[in-house]
């Protein structure tokens, strides 16, 4: 899945929900579901996702909303092969990302 976002240090939920074409409520709720989301707080309790949740993110979206995992089976993945599924998960997006920027200097010919 491209996930359009600006490079930046942080992220508000809003756009965060916005680039997985979710809700926040769905942000927030695999927030209190999965240990590896830990978003930044300041004083008035917004959220600040970094470079590294979106990352998280990007995987739990991939396992729950593409591959169909229950957010059990996800929490399980994501505990037993943590390290084994995200490399291949990075590998993969890369590619992904790759392929879409040569598509876009092929329409350009």
């Known amino acids: 899945m491209q996930i ?6 942080y992220y508000g939920i809003g756009e965060v929900a916005r680039a997985f074409g979710v809700n926040t409520s769905l942000i927030r709720f695999w ?5 590896v989301l830990q978003p930044k707080k300041n ?3 917004n959220r600040k996702f970094t470079p590294e949740d979106i990352k998280n993110l ?6 729950v909303k593409e591959r169909g995992f229950t957010l059990e089976g996800a929490k399980t993945h994501l ?3 943590k390290k084994q599924a995200l490399s291949t998960f990075e590998i ?3 590619l992904e990302n790759i392929k879409s ?3 876009k200097i092929k329409n350009q010919m």
Request: hydrophobic content about 35%.
């Open 58 to 63: 990007k995987f739990i979206f991939h396992l």
């Open 101 to 103: 920027e040569l598509i």
């Open 31 to 35: 927030e209190k579901e999965f240990d």
């Open 92 to 94: 993969i997006d890369k």
């Open 4 to 9: 359009d976002l600006p490079e930046k240090r």
């Open 43 to 45: 004083a008035k309790g």
């Open 79 to 81: 505990k037993e092969e």
